[in-house]
């Protein structure tokens, strides 16, 4: 079984939750196969108008610029790197109410119409990666899980509609830390029993077969 974990956090376990629920996840996984994907690490320059350009010109054989050949090269890697896996696993926080902007990046470059979806001739969506399964750890300092505030969650919410929702993958499991800034007195507790669900999360799926 081949698994990937996308990492979306730059920071270090230190001082950031997300960061220290990757660790514990990885330390924890046994009996599979296991890729980072470090979208801070990897070269990913921003979806817009360069990749447009470079489309074009690949369809006509001119010379692309050292960022459309980059842009493509990255959009290639990371959809291999989804390909290969049967189970990928989102790492990351929640950033000013959303994802961060590198994680996004790696979102818009698998977001193809012909690759993780499409439309039927009655123009209804068709999910195309419904063989593959999915884990979201998240951590957010807020609390986002109480129904006043839960509008505004749009990470862990997001991840889930992208690749539950439209690719059609299965979300076999969830383990989200929140309230940690917003409670310093419960911290440490908040964080720990937050860390031994992602044990249990990394050993479920260390049983798993794909």
């Known amino acids: ?36 994907f470090d979208v801070f690490a990897e070269d990913m320059p921003y979806f817009g108008q360069d990749l447009f350009n470079a489309f074009g010109k690949m369809g006509s054989g001119e010379q692309l610029t050292d960022v459309e050949q980059r842009i493509v090269a990255a959009k290639q890697k990371a959809k291999d790197a989804l ?46 990666l419904t063989d593959k399964k999915a884990v979201i750890l998240s951590a957010r300092g807020g609390i986002y899980s109480a129904p006043e505030a839960a509008p505004m969650e749009m990470a862990a919410t997001y991840v889930k509609n992208v690749f539950g929702g439209v690719f059609g993958m299965e979300i076999i499991d969830e383990v989200i830390i929140e309230g940690h800034a917003t409670t310093p007195d419960k911290a440490e507790s908040i964080i720990a029993e937050g860390l031994e669900k992602v044990k249990e999360a990394a050993k479920n799926l260390s049983a798993v077969k794909a």
């Open 83 to 128: 390909s290969a896996a049967d189970i990928v696993v989102f790492a990351f926080p929640l950033w000013n109410l959303t994802i961060p902007a590198k994680l996004q990046t790696f979102v818009d470059y698998v977001y193809e119409a012909g690759y993780s979806f499409k439309y039927d001739e009655n123009g209804q969506l068709v999910q195309l």
């Open 1 to 36: 079984m081949n698994v990937l974990v996308v990492k979306a956090n730059n920071r270090p376990a230190s001082e950031a939750v997300s960061s220290k629920m990757y660790e514990t996840f990885i330390e924890n996984l046994e009996g599979v196969n296991v890729t980072t």
